[in-house]
């Protein structure tokens, strides 16, 4: 969240933690490894050279993911990527293509004239593929196997890489949420995901290619009225997980992707998508949870909800980037956090530290 600015009790929290942490560096550590050295029977002095490689260690970790690894020739690589009408999926379409892959463009509207596959159309590339896609629909997968298929010079050598990148989101507090709500939005998010993937697979493993997964830093931790977002993210996550270790076998390598908040740079969330949610959650509600929770309440939350909507980062970079990475690196990772420094140390916080204390620090 751009902006952000600590309360009095924040401040004092992150001076405390500093103190702890000077501590716990500078007389914990060398006293830790005096016992240790003691407890292995080794001299004192190899206490030091241990600091030193300990400290060696944590720069080579910050260091290393920046080295170069290695990058493979895109040249008459192809790569399909899903939701290519807006957003992440749109830019990715021409910056892929810029660099020189041939691009399988998925758009959810093509058929309905959408603005985002016109334009990509309209490049009039050999190496800029749209096609239809709703991935929730197991027909238009179908279809859209037979459409590479035919459309890959060598379909022997199979597809290079698929990019489940198409994705909705949304809010709502559990106990407004109805049951399709969170059917719905697993159904792209989730489902999608797992429909596409399985589709691909066996032109995927001919070329030993990638996945590559848009999950989301709510794939990995939880905050308050994103229950349907984040179950979905989390299973995304599972999947790709489960995916990642059956495919070590094939040479395939799978990447997951996890944005901090972009929503200003891709109208995910837009202030009428929010709007539009918000009267359905409320008149959905059952009139207990209405009486009970209350409309100051709600009010509150539509409020917050619409106040991500400018807030991040409006600069998509980041996240090309990292996919590129995954696409063409000899060494992709297998988890990439494009994001804010704010969400970045929240998510290892809420993900490290015991759920009580990461949510005492977070969620009041
Ligand atoms: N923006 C962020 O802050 C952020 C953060 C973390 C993760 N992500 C993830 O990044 C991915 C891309 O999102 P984005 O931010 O670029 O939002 P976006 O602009 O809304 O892009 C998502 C695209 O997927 C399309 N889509 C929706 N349902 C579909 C379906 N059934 N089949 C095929 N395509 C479908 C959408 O079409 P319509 O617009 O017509 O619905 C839209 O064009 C999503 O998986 C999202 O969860 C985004
Ligand atoms: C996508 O497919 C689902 C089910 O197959 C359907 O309910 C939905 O309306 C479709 N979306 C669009 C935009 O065509």
Known sequence: MAGWTPSLGGKALLVLLSLLLTLLLGVGLPEGLTWLAGLLGLAETSVPRAVVLLYLAWVLGVAVPALPRGTVPVEGKHVLITGCDTGFGFAL????????????????LKDKG??????????????????????????????????????????????????????VSGFGDIEFASLDSYKEMADVNLWGTVRVTKAFLPL????????????????????????????????????????????????????????????????????????????KLWKE????????????????????????VNSGLKDMSLVLNDITDALSSKFPYARYNPTE???????????????????????H
């Open 93 to 108: 379409a021409k910056h892929l293509h810029a660099i020189g892959f041939t691009v399988f463009a998925g758009c959810l």
């Open 114 to 167: 959408g603005d985002g596959s016109t334009e990509l159309q309209s490049m009039q590339s050999d190496r800029m593929n749209v096609f239809q896609l709703n991935v929730t629909s197991d027909e238009e997968v179908a279809q859209a196997v037979e459409f590479v298929k035919k459309n890959l010079q060598d379909p022997q050598r199979g597809l290079w890489g698929v990019v489940n990148n198409a994705g």
């Open 204 to 279: 995927i493993r001919r070329a030993k290619g990638r996945v590559v997964n848009m999950a989301s830093m709510l794939g990995r931790m939880a905050v308050p009225s994103r229950s349907c977002y984040c179950i979905s993210k989390y299973g995304v996550e599972a999947f790709s997980d489960c995916l990642r270790q059956e495919m070590y076998r094939w040479g395939v390598k799978v990447a997951v992707i996890e944005p901090g908040n972009f929503v200003a740079a891709t109208g995910i969330l837009t202030r009428e998508r929010i709007e539009i949610q918000a009267d």
């Open 285 to 308: 509600a059952s009139e207990i949870v209405q009486e009970d929770y209350g409309k100051d309440y709600f009010t509150r939350r539509v409020i917050l909800m619409k106040s991500f």
């Open 341 to 363: 420094t704010y969400w970045w140390v929240r998510l290892n916080i809420m993900s490290h530290l015991p759920a009580g204390i990461a949510d005492w620090i977070y969620i």
